[in-house]
């Protein structure tokens, strides 16, 4: 048995919540099934019917986890959903959220969207305080912090609790009669609030209200605090205010493309953009365009409309692998790769290739990529990404490998291109990038390509985090 490990930066978290609907755990089940791209480890819905808190968690894929039985135990008109990808914390279900308690205040459920940089120094003081921890995710912390507060009122001890965490949250939470949604101040994560008749819902993307037939209202904004119940949606601004930084991976790959994030148009319409900033920044005489499906089929098309040059499907893409596979005995020459991309060699047979990817993270499965188009007869093949370099890691919320992995925080544009055996190679440049992005280029986080961190560290923290 063997796990796939795809070349990529990892999805990071969804999060959903819903108030006053009487399918309310049903509706939830599809907003986090149509938000699986963001987390596929595991998976929780909590639901209130007033009184009581219903939950059930999974490991696996959404559809796997909620069958109709399962979702019958669910009763209430108010609930949240979570799917994970670990970012901090092991896998295994105790780490699946939501993460729920009761307390002084009755009870109380967290889904969480993001990594905080200062997790282990409050965990650390919150054990010395005696807290006792049940699972090693970052997001405990939080729940932990709410218990501890001196406020006077559930709300009040929420805003006291996030105004001591540093990094990203996107975090939605459930009481016995309210669902409240909270941005960090910088907004690096997505959080959209949506509308279905009398109901209201919170989603990390619009398209899990597309699904529901639900209208997208508006985006939460950063360091924005929702309170959603009986009297409608509530909104607090009780953070410090702070510059934007919103996630621009977001764009360039995790987003699902009919979502609209960030409160502009389509991430569909910015993937395109990319692909035509790059074909004019990048050209190449070629026959053919092709991506490396899926997620650089819009950077593709972008391309091949921006250089004039045929798209073409030059890969096909296996949807219906799981995350583990049955590796044969003998050795199949780029199996890994195989078993997700097939390469069409009557589409590639004596054809000079652009392919057209959104990022390269190890440079593995790309040296196999074009390593396959070449035996399937391409007879040259130029790389083409629709990003910037990576790097440097992520702390805000994406699973990244260590700097020492990513190729290109140790290696040359020019090395790589040897490394990965293509004709040529070319990244968009961070100009380029930010320029096809909506709204003003200043809003955006690319700590993954220009190691500039919206949150300065603290020594404490660099040590933590590893960065000496």
């Not at 309210?178 to 509308?195: K, M, N, S, T, Y």
């Not at 074909?279 to 098309?301: F, N, Q």
């Not at 070449?374 to 700097?403: L, N, W």
């Not at 040359?412 to 380029?432: F, W």
Request: glycine share 8%.
């Amino acid at each position: 048995m063997h796990l796939i490990t795809p070349d990529k930066f990892h999805d990071e978290c969804a999060v959903f919540g819903i108030y006053g609907h009487k399918e309310a755990a049903n509706l939830t089940y599809l907003g986090l099934y149509a938000l699986q791209h963001r987390g596929q480890e595991g998976s929780g819905i909590v639901s209130s019917d007033g009184e009581h808190f219903h939950q059930e968690k999974g490991m696996g894929l959404v559809a796997d986890i909620y069958t109709k039985s399962v979702l019958k135990r669910l009763p209430g008109q108010i609930a949240i959903g979570h799917n994970r990808y670990s970012t901090a914390g092991g896998n295994n279900l105790k780490n699946v959220q939501p993460l729920t308690v009761n307390f002084a205040f009755g009870n109380l459920a967290l889904a969480h969207n993001g990594n905080l940089i200062n997790a282990q120094m409050l965990r650390n003081e919150l054990e010395a305080y005696g807290a006792i921890f049940q699972s090693s995710t970052d997001s405990e912390v939080m729940i932990h912090l709410i218990a501890h507060s001196r406020g006077d009122t559930l709300l009040s001890r929420i805003i006291d609790a996030l105004s001591q965490v540093r990094g990203s949250f996107s975090v939605v939470l459930l009481t016995d009669d309210a669902v409240i949604a909270c941005r960090d101040p910088h907004g690096f994560r997505p959080l959209c609030l949506g509308r279905l008749k009398d109901s209201w819902l919170v989603a990390s993307e619009t398209c899990a209200f597309d699904l529901i037939g639900a209208e997208a209202v508006r985006e939460i904004e950063p360091g924005e605090l929702v309170v959603l119940n009986r009297d409608g949606v509530k909104s607090y601004k009780p953070f410090t205010k702070t510059d934007p930084a919103k996630c621009v991976f977001e764009y360039i790959y995790f987003a699902r493309p009919d979502s609209k994030i960030f409160g502009d148009k389509a991430v569909y319409l910015t993937r395109k953009a990319l692909g035509r900033q790059l074909a004019k920044e990048a050209p190449v005489k070629a026959d053919i365009v092709i991506p490396v499906p899926d997620s650089g089929v819009p950077a593709a098309l972008g391309f091949a409309e921006g250089s004039g040059i045929p798209f073409e499907n030059g890969l096909i893409r296996n949807h219906y692998i799981g995350r583990t596979f049955i590796e044969p005995e003998q050795a199949i020459r780029h199996f890994g790769v195989k078993i997700k991309l097939n390469a069409v060699s009557e589409v590639l047979e004596g054809k000079r290739v652009v392919v057209v990817d959104d990022s390269i993270v190890r440079g593995t499965t790309s040296r196999k990529i074009v390593k396959m188009l070449r035996q399937a007869g391409a007879r040259e093949v130029h790389m083409r990404i629709s990003s910037p370099p990576i790097v440097s890691p992520c702390f805000y919320g994406i699973d990244t490998p260590t700097k020492k992995e990513l190729i290109g925080s140790s290696h040359t544009i020019q090395e790589i291109r040897k490394y990965i055996t293509a004709d040529s190679l070319a990244y968009l440049s961070l100009e380029g990038m930010l320029n096809a992005s909506p709204g003003s280029p200043g809003h955006y986080c690319n700590a993954c390509f220009t190691e500039k961190y919206p949150i300065p560290f603290t020594k404490a923290e660099e040590l933590q985090l590893g960065l000496f």
